[in-house]
């Protein structure tokens, strides 16, 4: 097998390791800042999915608003049993349900397939949704659509920290982050300029087949997975795009990257959801860091959600303008997380910031009045350190899970923070 290095005469140090070989690398690297700016893409499409029920199907009249959207509950017809909040609660059952098994296959397969066809079912059923004769058919296409959220978010921010310098993760997921909340953000014009829920399902989905299509062309596997499963040849193109772009050559023995991380594995075996029971049986403190994982997404998620879907039928101010604050106000979380890690480290930045979701929740709750002038300010507050904890979670999961593991733990997490997206649609009629 051919050996392929790049001989620099300022470098001594020879890479022989993943880690070694991105460190390397600039963090500025153009190839590697498309490759992080278009799995961020996706990030923004899916969160438009996730929150546009705050448009299509909202829990009161929005007509007080001046608004003129054709709801889903006004084309047909709702009872207690088909209630509109099922439009927003599917979605995130399906992610419950069937939602881990393509963020499992994304260890077995790779991460690329799993990305690309997830973005594309996720804009094929959004397109069905669109066409939907019946609201049972709505339900079920929205059900299916909820099956790809997990592997068209995650499985994206896995994909790039594994091809990504460690130093630059930081940076992505202010990329990504922005990505969530210009994707949220941009439903309240679509749906000012557009008044029917058809169509503004229908304009939402199409970015996704585009954008599928594109990666299919464009998008290589993940650097780790490539060595993790011996694939010299795509490796070899990873490096020499990579390179291309570089500020500087680098010393480098591919086998040597292929070797090492082929040792890392815990064992020989593909990844398994039996194999990690066992690693977590044998590791305590691992099986605690993932039930603490657990938790948090699962509170933030109940909370983002129900806030999220909420944001239109404030009483305070006008609902597109809401809708767009709710969004922005997560913007300061991804600019602050990544300096506090720095100064704080990450237990400590996540402690404090849980302590404020809790401190800002009790807020809202003794300001009981919309129209306590309290009210609104705890509200964003709460919306704020809810996300900045969420973003604490992706960046601290990404470093903390064994990679052959790590799409499985995700996953795990993120279908215990399901329940939490199951259940906020409906938390205002549980209270009812």
């Keep these: ?57 909202p829990t009161e009249d929005l007509a007080r608003n001046g608004t003129s959207i054709e709801r889903v509950q006004d084309e047909f017809s709702t009872t207690t049993w088909r209630r509109p909040e099922l439009v927003a609660t599917v979605f995130s059952a399906g992610n419950l349900v069937l939602g881990p098994v393509f963020s499992g296959l994304a260890d077995r397969v790779g991460r690329k397939s799993i990305i690309v066809w997830s973005i594309m079912a996720t804009g094929v059923f959004g397109i069905c949704c669109a066409l939907s004769p019946t609201f049972e058919a709505l339900l079920i296409f929205r059900f299916l659509q909820g099956i790809f959220y997990n592997s068209t978010t995650l499985t994206n921010w896995v994909h790039v920290t594994e091809s990504t310098p460690k130093s630059s993760h930081a940076s992505s997921s202010v990329i990504f982050g922005l990505s969530w909340i210009f994707g949220c953000a941009i439903c309240s014009p679509i749906a000012y300029y557009i008044h029917s829920w058809r169509d503004i399902l229908f304009v939402l989905s199409l970015p996704n087949i585009f954008l599928a299509l594109f990666l299919l062309w464009w998008l290589q596997e993940s650097f780790e997975y490539m060595l993790l499963n011996n694939r010299y040849k795509e490796a070899e193109i990873f490096i020499g795009r990579t390179l291309k772009w570089n500020k500087k050559p680098v010393n480098y023995k591919l086998n040597e990257m292929i070797h090492k991380s082929i040792l890392t594995k815990t064992a020989a075996d593909k990844p398994s959801l039996r194999r990690l029971i066992r690693l977590l049986g044998s590791k305590p403190k691992l099986f605690t860091l993932l039930a603490i994982s657990c938790y948090m997404c699962f509170s933030s998620t109940f909370l983002h959600n129900a806030m999220a879907l909420t944001s239109t039928v404030l009483e305070v101010g006008d609902l597109y ?36 979701t809790v401190l800002a929740n009790v807020g809202v709750i003794f300001a009981q009045s919309e129209s306590s002038i309290y009210y609104l300010p705890c509200w964003l507050l709460a919306k704020f350190a809810c996300s900045s904890a969420f973003m604490c979670f992706l960046i601290f999961a990404a470093q903390l899970f064994p990679c052959e593991f790590r799409g499985i733990c995700i996953a795990i997490c993120t279908t215990v923070g399901a329940l939490g997206a199951v259940a906020a649609p409906m938390a205002a009629a549980l209270v009812s």
């Design 321 to 356: 303008w809401n809708f767009v604050f709710a969004a922005f106000v997560e913007l300061p979380s991804y600019l602050v997380v990544p300096p506090l890690f720095k100064l704080f480290g990450q237990t400590w930045t996540l402690f404090v910031l849980n302590i404020l």
């Design 1 to 57: 097998m051919k050996e392929n290095t790049i001989y620099c005469e300022n470098e001594v140090k020879v890479c022989r390791t993943r880690e070694e070989f991105l460190g390397k690398c600039s963090k500025r690297n153009p190839y590697l800042l498309a490759m992080t700016f278009l799995l961020s893409l996706n990030w923004g499409l899916s969160g438009a999915f996730l929150v546009i029920p705050a448009f299509i199907s």
